[in-house]
């Protein structure tokens, strides 16, 4: 009995903490184009890491509670695009967040908007390691 309260308790305070966090950091804060820089922040942990002039496009993502992310870097002035993937706000990191998997690498993007800057960054899992750093404005 009181397993299934606990359960029950659970879940109805589960979208409520849900909502709480998505209309403290509505997508909207994301939306649209950014530039900036993408910079390596430790070269032991991603020995191929190169410092870029990032363009970032956000817009609504397919489910609700997303943001889809368009990453490109500008190469001899010309954006070639780098990949996209789905981001969501996850409280307990503060950010808006998405988990990528390569056969080289796992890593979790993590981006916040905190006034008119989008800072960020990208650590290697399973340990954490911090490879990347984000700092981009809104056009």
């Not at 950014?34 to 489910?63: I, L, M, N, Q």
Request: proline share 5%; glycine share 6%.
């Amino acid at each position: 009995m009181l397993q299934a309260l606990i359960i029950t308790c659970v879940a109805l305070a589960y979208p409520s903490i849900s909502r709480a966090a998505q209309s403290d950091h509505p997508a909207s804060e994301l939306l649209g184009t950014w530039h900036g820089t993408s910079v390596c922040t430790d070269r032991v942990a991603a020995p191929a890491c190169k410092d870029e002039t990032v363009v970032y496009d956000f817009s609504a993502g397919a489910k609700p509670g997303t943001v889809h992310w368009k990453a490109d870097k500008i190469v001899d002035g010309k954006r070639l695009a780098m990949g996209e993937f789905d981001l969501v706000y996850s409280p307990t990191d503060s950010c808006w967040s998405a988990e990528l998997t390569t056969p080289r690498f796992r890593m979790v993007w993590c981006v916040a908007v905190e006034g008119a800057v989008l800072r960020g960054s990208a650590a290697l899992l399973p340990g954490r390691q911090i490879v990347r750093k984000i700092d981009a404005r809104k056009d």
